[in-house]
């Protein structure tokens, strides 16, 4: 490195040695002065940075900084120093690709294929945000721990956007010869995401026969190879490589764009069926066909012509599907799914977005054939919906959701599409297994809760029973055995209920686990997911006997799901298979320094794990978050001048959450889970001495408040309510009417009001309360449009907006008139669902910025060793 070079970053990173050189930049190792880490510092050739200009290259690479997925090395820093362009990355310490295809030439072709549809997974989540990479190659894929990652993410692009004309003038090409797209190589400069398609069936093709698709001795020979003459099947070489790959890399390798799968999924969908079809784009199954299918299933036939042949055959026993499973659908937003009880149609929940974070979205409800890569919605922009279920028939979906702001309920859909029919009001249900009916769960205020049998046709109930449960308990589900006679329940945290069809209790249990059951086909056992650590679940079998008791401990069947804490699965009750929404989650965290007119913006974390629920210090110098890990789910805080974090619990337990510091920073609560109970806890911050009680009735989200007092959600569900301490065994309601219905609160940095937000029709309300004299005002109502956040510091009280029309959110504060003005447009998709931090006493702001990705799977066999192998 040039030694001005080193001159000028001396403060900031201290260069160790050279450890690469590519076609655009030369690697080298540093240690991050700051953060006390090893990094890769790239400093671009100086010719590139001689024809793009400091200015254009750094403009355009900061819309890669917000790549963020787990198979995508993320950007840490860029900049410009003695006329040198520089970015930097995470050092990996593991080998690239190149390196393992230099060492053993070609690969297993599991492992291949495990790298492909990783690099694909990446390429995918990058391409729908509009970034293409341009230059896929073994050299560009790292290794660590044999998990993929995919480097140098959008620097091509962000060098052939500032470059401009200037360089291909100069006759610098970017790419490499041997993996670029024919268009790439011709070079058209909007290449668009095939060319990436183009090049990971290149990678593939290398892992699996030891050689790219095309070899020559000079890179003219090459480039005339790539645009004229058709590649080998890479089976020629290597006979072991199945139909089903040679054809799918080969439609990749299609030398027109319009010839190759469209999307990475497609690809990695081609690559893993059974037939040996090249899955192209234009082979797509068309809605006609899978209406076709639907129509047949709801007939009781199945037609398979047209609508693709699927890789888990319909049908199929248990010993024929011993291991099997496949990945239904690619979108990232797919959950709550649910598997028809032939096994051949899976429904399930699809958010549509407005804006690239998931709290403008909206939900619809699709139906899609096991083995098709399409998917027919049949009902589209509701707020939100949750959990369908088929009817003993096939004929009808079930779903709970709320349409718009006048209908919210369970609501019946014909299969084939049609207006959603109105058939109760529940916190949650399940259909008959073999009957036209369903059972309802409405939770009660006097901890038990209400079970209604309604006839699904005329939407009547024809029979109602009680049972005890935590009536202040959001999580509650249930599930009909097979034989109709017996409910599996989830009635509070941590608890699983087995009663009779008169609601008499057969069994019980308490074990950590996710409210969402569902019984085997057999009926002789539940399935659900049990909480792990680090934002991993495990898919576990409880035994159930004839009498209904619970027998024996829970049996592990899937491990380590990312479920993103609210796993869902179904069961066919016709063959058995098994559906899971399952996917990655990452999170990080952001300051915004607003002290000035430019706000300032920094990423705090580089979403290594998973971040939320951020609180800043009253001077706004110290951050406090949850951070979930392999540890478990803890407490942290970081120093904002130097990086340095520190635990401030250490539990090896999952679940602590809902953090929330007091308005002089002296006092934190928070709520952690056991084995058997949740726990409110306060850490006084001077001493690190903890303080803690069983939940007993108590909300979530407890704000301390005042020296002792917290002020949280009313356990019954409605309002607000004071516990005047920790030793105290009684909420205090505050006295707010029922029919404010409160989604957000943020107590006065003197503890002595209280302000919240509710919905009303089109509109969000203000509202604030004196505690001394429970005096209650309206402050402000605005239109209840994108998604609002609360927050009051010594300037006043403060809303967190993102509204549909911005592309990021933004910050206003209530004036003395009642009125809003804007504050500050944040730099970063705030996620104001996990709240947002503000300094009591400086112009400091805090959010998490979250991406969570879901999809569905399908299984083979079901509470059994059959799937024991998990995606």
Known sequence: MPPRLVDALAGRYRVEREVGAGGMATVFLAEDLRHDRKVALKVLRPELAAIIGAERFLAEIRTTAHLQHPHILPLFDSGEAEGYLYYVMPFVAGESLRARLARETQLPIPEALRITREVGSALDYAHRRGVVHRDIKPENILLQEGTALVADFGIALAVATAGGTRLTQTGLSLGTPGYMSPEQAAGERTVDARSDVYALGAVCYEMLTGQPPFVAPTTQALIAKLMTEDPVPPSRSRRSVPPQVDAAILA???????????????????????????????????????????????????????????????????????????????????????????????????????????????????????????????????????????????????????????????????????????????????????????????????????????????????????????????????????????????????????????????????????????????????????????????????????????????????????????????????????????????????????????????????????????????????????????????????????????????????????????????????EHSTDSTIRLAVLELPSRRIMSRESGAFPSRAVPLGTHALVGYSPTGRGLAVLDSLRATIWRPLPIPDSLAIFTFAPSPDGEEIAFLTRTGVATNLFTLSLDRSTLQLVHSFPDEGTTALAWNKEGIHVGRWLPSDELPSLWRVTESGKLTRVASLTAPCAFTDGLALAAASRVAACSVLDNRSDIWVFDGVGGSQIASRP
């Open 252 to 670: 990749a390798l299609e030398k027109l764009p319009a010839d190759r799968p469209s999307t990475p999924a497609e690809l990695i969908t081609a690559l893993t069926r059974e037939d040996s079809q090249p899955s192209g784009g234009r082979r797509l199954p068309s809605r006609r066909g899978i209406l076709a299918g639907l129509a047949a299933g709801a007939l009781g036939g199945l037609v398979l012509g047209g609508v693709g042949v699927t890789s888990l055959q319909p049908h199929a026993s248990a010993a024929e599907g011993e291991g099997r499973r496949a990945q239904i659908t690619f979108s990232g937003q797919a959950s709550s799914p649910a598997i028809s009880p032939d096994g051949n149609f899976i429904a399930f929940v699809a958010a549509s977005c407005g804006h690239a974070h998931v709290d403008l979205c909206r939900s619809s409800l699709a139906v899609q054939e096991v083995g098709s890569t399409q998917a027919v919605p049949i009902l589209t922009g509701a707020e939100w919906l949750l959990d369908p279920r088929w009817s003993h028939d096939g004929t009808t979906i079930v779903v709970r959701g709320q349409l718009d702001s006048a209908r919210t309920g369970v609501f019946a859909i014909p299969r084939l599409g049609g207006s959603p029919r109105l058939v109760a009001e529940a916190d949650a249900f399940d259909t008959h297994p073999a009957g036209d009916s369903l059972v309802t769960v409405v939770r009660q205020s006097d901890s038990v809760a209400l079970l209604r049998i309604i006839a699904l046709s005329p939407g009547r109930s024809v029979d109602s029973f009680t049972v005890p449960g935590n009536a202040s308990y959001s999580g509650w589900d249930v599930s009909w055995a097979p034989n109709g006679r017996s409910l599996a329940l989830i009635t509070g945290p941590r608890r699983l209920d087995i009663v009779g069809r008169r609601g008499e209790l057969t069994g019980s249990t308490r074990v950590q686990i996710r409210p969402h059951v569902r019984w085997t086909r057999a009926g002789d056992a539940v399935l659900t997911f049990r909480v792990g650590i680090g934002r991993e679940d495990e898919l576990v079998s409880l035994g159930i006997d004839p009498a209904g008791r619970v027998r024996g401990e829970p049996r592990v069947e899937l491990s380590r799901l990312q479920t993103l804490y609210r796993g869902r699965l179904d069961v066919s009750r016709g063959t058995g298979r098994l559906a899971i929404a399952t996917g990655v989650s990452t999170a990080d965290l952001w300051t915004f320094d607003f002290t000035n007119d430019a706000v300032v913006g920094r990423r705090r974390t580089q979403g290594t794990t998973w971040y939320g629920k951020p609180a800043l210090s009253p001077n706004g110098t110290q951050l406090m978050y949850l951070r979930g890990d392999a540890i478990g789910d803890n407490v942290y805080v970081t120093r904002l001048s130097d990086g340095i974090e520190e635990a401030l619990t250490s539990e090896r337990l999952p679940a602590v959450f809902d953090v929330e510091l007091s308005a002089d920073g002296r006092r934190l609560a928070f």
